[in-house]
């Protein structure tokens, strides 16, 4: 029987390729995405998706409430997505959104008996999010094993977070080896009811130099494509 292992699941290109990941170390993987009150809930569509796809034993979707909380343009309507970088943490940063994601997936991983949890950060084509750090991912490992059943009885409990060091291009390709279909898969921070992405956003930046430096058609559906 495979170990079994939680995976966060977004439906962005990131942690399909992460779920791809888990499933070749063979894994039963068990996929978690998060309805936290987004812009949109194309993403959440797309992890269906991306979940039935790569073939997935479970994925069930949590609905938190962080949208009532506000604080981020991804959770308050009347704060605009850029659509150019800027500098510093970006007001798409969404606050405690990994930590309380990770926390999740812990306690969902202690009931499956699960030891290890997989997310899809990343720390070098990236937002500048403080939650994407290796130090935060570190950090929260260590925390899971003082404060888990599983923790102190023994039954070390992983982090895993594949993409930390990689470029989007390297992501891009090692899922491209690994099978997945990122026309599936919605990255956008305002995609439209169908997930077409906006083109503009940091989120589409990233995803579309990360095609080109890969040498990888974009499948990306875009809203101002016609």
């Not at 791809?20 to 993987?29: D, F, N, T, V």
């Not at 936290?36 to 790569?54: C, F, I, K, N, S």
């Not at 943490?89 to 499956?112: K, Q």
Request: proline fraction near 4%; glycine fraction near 10%.
């Amino acid at each position: 029987m495979s170990a079994r292992a939680v995976v966060l699941l977004s439906g962005g290109l990131d942690s399909a390729t992460v779920l791809a990941i888990a499933r070749g170390q063979g894994y039963a993987c068990h996929a978690l995405s998060l309805d936290y009150g987004q812009r949109h809930t194309a993403e959440l569509d797309a992890a269906a998706r991306v979940a039935r796809a790569l073939g997935a034993a479970e994925h069930r979707v949590v609905r938190l409430g962080l949208g009532d909380f506000g604080g981020s343009a991804l959770t308050d309507a009347s704060i605009a997505v850029p659509e150019r970088p800027t500098s510093g943490i970006p007001v798409t940063y969404v606050p405690a959104r990994n930590t309380v994601m990770l926390a999740l997936a812990l306690a969902w991983a202690e009931v499956l008996d699960a030891r290890d949890i997989f997310i899809g950060v990343n720390a070098v084509d990236y937002s500048g999010y403080p939650d994407c750090r290796p130090e935060f991912i570190a950090a929260f490992e260590h925390m899971a094993n003082l404060a888990t059943r599983a923790g102190v009885e023994g039954a070390k409990l992983r982090i895993h977070a594949p993409l930390q060091q990689l470029s989007k291009a390297e992501i891009i390709r090692r899922g491209v080896a690994l099978g997945v279909d990122y026309a599936q898969t919605v990255s956008c921070y305002q995609a439209d009811d169908e997930g077409r992405a906006c083109g503009r956003c940091d989120a589409c930046r990233l995803r579309r130099e990360g095609f080109r430096a890969a040498g990888v058609p974009d499948p990306t559906r875009y809203a101002d494509a016609g």
